[in-house]
């Protein structure tokens, strides 16, 4: 608290250092300390603001979304009614925003806000059937921004990722980054796909044949996403779209063992593993067309597998054998200039699996054999440094959200294998269900407001 | 057959009963039947029927004997198909990480050799599995080459490589349950199902 409160008075002389500074440890802005010690790992507090009009599910959704967020301090307030009462009622709620600096038209006690460490505040109304979501800055004590929507009713399988959407609003008005608030991670458990909503609510099963399905993989546009069935011993892809469940299979695979699919960025071609007598190989092919299927790796005496693209589709990181144990290998998207990506010990470093590249290009996860037991490590793409990111229990097949620092994983930290997910910025770790047997996790991209939520 | 014995019977009695009236009694003339020869004769022609039937009666029982051998030799065939299915599907297991044939698993695969050539038109699918320790999707690359491991060793030992196909199923399909060396050591192993030919095997 006395973090959250030096922050708010460092806000208060300089709100946009400490925005960038929760985006982003690491890009400090030079010259703009005067006096002030630059403090990392200080959040902004937000407040979300009580009041009966908006339903009780919606604000505990929101403020559940936002603390998951990991990007502010929530600040929970003591005595709800005798704040209530030192505070204005939110009497203009409905009104179209003052805008600018006229926070006394939106009615809210800024001071008092201010002093309980509150940069920003968010009111949820309900006029008529439209949620109407206030935004305040508390230190510029004026309205930052008023969304309006028509949230689907309670029943509705739209409706949780409706209010998500809210939440994602709230941090593009204050901190003007893109939130993970509306999205799903699909997991793989007893050979089914299943998906559930990043705060742990809602799984449900996506794809159920009589056949076991391996290694979902989300589609770019996050309408669709693909994954591997066996099918007498061969392994055919499928790719799924999201809302009506209708799934095609990809044309050239099921013949031999195909597995690992991942999308390219433009969402056209999709990249795999192909297992032959000859051994593993990576393969494109052009789900667009259905067509002209492409052979990147050769690699006679070496497996070659588990293809993931760089956000700018120009570059894929793979796992490689031809070290003698598996390591995290890169190449061009045409399979020319195949090089080390993670590096490693000869003899010292384990094998290392599953690398995932992070949406904003600047990161590789991907999990390391440590002393017998696996972890998860973050290469830097750039630098090609290794840091490792777990060490407690097994922890195995990381993806990234959408924000490129929080990413899931799977771990046996609590005694069964289950997914958690860590946020790289504040080192916070929860675990996303509490079930055994949940794994290979595909963290999806924000769901498209277009696309049914019901996968 | 039965039938066909019948009509032998009736006509080596046909036969018997010409020949008695072929060979007159040497005696008596013939306007006077003599009652010994009579006797004689029909005595002769009732030995010659018992005589068939008895014949029958052992052919009966030698075709009888020969049915029983067939059937005891069919099922001692499918007996033996029994046996060399389960001498094929014998597992063979791995090291960890590791998709060479071990030593002492080679004799089971020279066994396995031995049957293909035994029974030419046996084909049949290796699955490689891997235990649960390594990475899910790298286990099913791995399970690959213990599949292949085992059929470059059957080719290299002189079965043809269109009647052995590989699949591998990784870490997905565990034998034994258990978290510990014993199920993993368990678990990494490359198993044997027929995929045609098999309805009766020869013992090699």
Known sequence: MALALAGVALLSVFPAVQRSAAQDSSAVDRGVRIGIIYRPGVRPGLVVLPGAAAPDSVRAIIARDLDLSDRFELITLPAGDSIRVSAAPLAGAGRPPAGGRGGAAAGLNYQLYQALGADFAVGLALVGDTTVLTVHDVAAGGVRREFRSRLPPLKDPEFRIAVHRLADHILEATLGVGGIAATRILFVMDGKVYAIDQDGADKRLVSSSDHQAMSPAWAPDGRRFSYMEFWSGHGQLFVQLVGPGKRQPVATTGQALDFTPAFSPDGKTLAFSRATEEGTDIYTVNIKDNCCLQRLTVGRFSDNLSPTYSPDGQRIAFVSTRPGLPQVYVMAADGTDQQLFAPFDYGVTGSSNAPDWSPDGQSVAFHRDVGGTLQVFVLDARTRAVRQLTSLGRNEDPTWAPDSRHVAFVSDRSGYRQLWIIDLETGRIRPLLQQSGARLPAWSPRIPETASSTP | ?204
């Open chain 2, 1 to 204: 057959m039965k039938r066909l014995s019948l009509i032998v019977l009736s006509g080596i009695a046909a036969v018997a009963l010409a020949a008695c009236s072929h060979n007159p009694p040497p005696v008596t003339t013939p306007q006077q039947p003599n009652a010994d020869s009579v006797a004689a004769a029909e005595r002769a022609r009732q030995d010659s029927i018992d005589r068939a039937a008895a014949e029958a009666r052992a052919r009966e029982e030698t075709e009888r004997q020969r049915q029983q051998r067939i059937a005891d030799s069919l099922a001692a065939l499918g007996h033996t198909t029994e046996a060399v299915r389960t001498m094929l599907a014998t597992l063979i297991h791995f090291d960890y990480d590791k998709s060479n044939i071990r030593p002492e698993d080679a004799s089971i695969l020279d066994q396995k050799v031995a049957i293909l050539q035994a029974n030419p038109n046996l084909r049949i699918r290796v699955s490689g599995h891997c235990d649960e320790r390594g990475s899910d999707e790298y286990n099913l690359a791995l399970g690959n080459r213990r599949a292949t491991a085992t059929k470059q060793y059957l080719v290299s030992h002189g079965i043809e490589a269109a009647r052995i196909e590989t699949v591998s199923y990784g870490e997905e399909r565990p034998l034994a349950q258990g978290h510990d060396e014993a199920a993993w050591a368990q678990n990494r192993r490359d198993e044997f199902e027929i995929v045609a030919g098999g309805d009766a095997l020869r013992q090699p």
